[in-house]
């Protein structure tokens, strides 16, 4: 071979091999995972629980960023924001990365400004009530709320929280009309229902499952089409009597922007090796209300397809309701 040929392939060589060996090697540092929310919250958990599970797949760890504030949308920035190589990603649900698009003026788009790596879980709520309510079931709840027009109270994590929109939506379907009383969270009005102060509340079955269960708040129904594994007792809204009342604070996985095709393969191929461990299904994910998705939905495609059809069903509901944050 000639001296320049020579020096060609070898050119040739160098400029392809390091992006190859780069690819398979990933990752080869610790990978970080925002959490929008404080540590010890439902979403705070479930990111603890899949990070060490997906830990033995990629052969790194995974290491917890609480970032805290604006109802998740400060985390939504730094995680856009974020250099789209593999090593940060972000958890976020139905408030962070729907809902916050309709009742916030953010600088990231929810939708295009992250690559989808999965849907891990599937959450809905539960209509609850102080126990001392005298309705007993979904319809004397309704009709109670009839009877006594813009007396009942229900509260929410505050204005376009989750809490908030589903009692909107609840107010929409149901012809009934109620005050809103805003907290700081779901925890601190989840007490206030406990103690009597308020009389309802749309929660995430995360938050109020073991209330529920030890008879201190009353429930009435749970927002899907099928009942919690966890909680089989508990009426749908369909057999409640409440048909379409469908919600559920999903959570799934992002990444930046332009992360690498090969990044994104490995880490939903760890997210679905975790979800298929039937400790972290039946016990762990179920304990806090959080059902898996079949196989079909846990694909990054799948969960574009899902945060596009929530996003088309609930911006249109918030912004009739001139819903802004405060």
Not at 66 to 89: F, K, L, Q
Request: no cysteine; net charge positive.
């Amino acid at each position: 071979m000639r001296r320049r040929d020579f020096i060609k392939a070898a050119i040739g060589t160098a400029a392809v091999w390091p992006v190859s060996s780069r690819a398979e090697s990933y990752p080869s540092r610790p990978i970080t995972l925002i959490v929008p929310f404080a540590a010890g919250g439902p979403t705070d958990v479930l990111a603890r629980i899949l990070a060490e599970n997906m830990r033995t797949t990629l052969g790194q760890t995974v290491v917890i960023e609480n970032v805290t504030g604006a109802s998740g949308t400060i985390a939504g920035m730094r995680a856009a924001r974020a250099t789209p190589d593999g090593y940060t990603i972000t958890i976020g649900h139905w408030g962070t990365h729907v809902l916050n698009g309709a009742v916030y003026s953010l600088q990231y788009d929810v939708l295009n400004d992250f690559d989808p790596v999965g849907l891990i879980g599937n959450g809905p709520q539960l209509i609850i009530g102080r126990p001392t309510l005298p309705a007993r079931n979904l319809k004397e709840l309704i009709g109670w709320l009839k009877d006594n027009p813009n007396k009942a109270t229900a509260g929410t994590a505050g204005p376009g929280s989750g809490a908030h929109i589903a009692g909107v939506f609840f107010q929409n379907l149901t012809g009934t009309s109620f005050s809103f009383v805003p907290y700081r969270g779901a925890g601190p009005a989840l007490n206030d229902l406990m103690a009597g102060h308020i009389d309802l509340m749309f929660d995430q079955a995360t938050n109020s499952l073991p209330q529920v269960r030890g008879g201190n708040v009353r429930a009435y129904a749970v927002t899907s089409r099928s009942r919690l594994a966890s909680a089989p007792d508990i009426p749908t809204v369909d057999e409640a009597g409440l048909q379409g009342l469908y919600i559920a604070y999903w959570h799934g996985i992002w990444a930046p922007k332009n992360t690498p095709g090969e990044a994104i393969a490995r880490l939903n191929a760890a997210i679905v090796a975790a979800l298929a461990d039937k400790a972290l299904q039946q016990q762990r994910f179920l304990e806090l209300g959080q059902e898996t998705p079949p196989p079909d939905r846990q694909t990054p495609m799948a969960l574009k397809s899902h945060q596009t059809a929530e996003i088309e069903k609930w911006w249109p509901i918030v912004k009739a309701a001139n819903i802004k944050a405060e």
